[in-house]
């Protein structure tokens, strides 16, 4: 059980020492290029999404909403058949 648990420190510490190199060279590129005037890139590429059909469709939950308030008669859908 001991040697497990020293098994995971030095995975973790390992791990932890590869993510923090890798972090302080991007932070270098990203300086060197501030400094040169050129464009930052994304360390990690966000997919850009299409936030339209969202808002399209709140609308239309408001518009309904506001549709059955309107129309509201103080009964239930079975006493108006």
Known sequence: M?????ILCIISIIFSST???FSYR???KDGLNLIQGKPLEDAIKIPKVDFKKEEK???DIIT???NNLMT???G???KKE
């Open 19 to 21: 993510l923090n190199i």
């Open 57 to 59: 469709l709140k609308e």
């Open 26 to 28: 991007l932070g270098l």
């Open 72 to 74: 509201y008669d103080g």
């Open 2 to 6: 001991v040697n497990l648990i020293l």
């Open 64 to 66: 309904e909403g506001l």
């Open 76 to 78: 239930t859908a079975s």
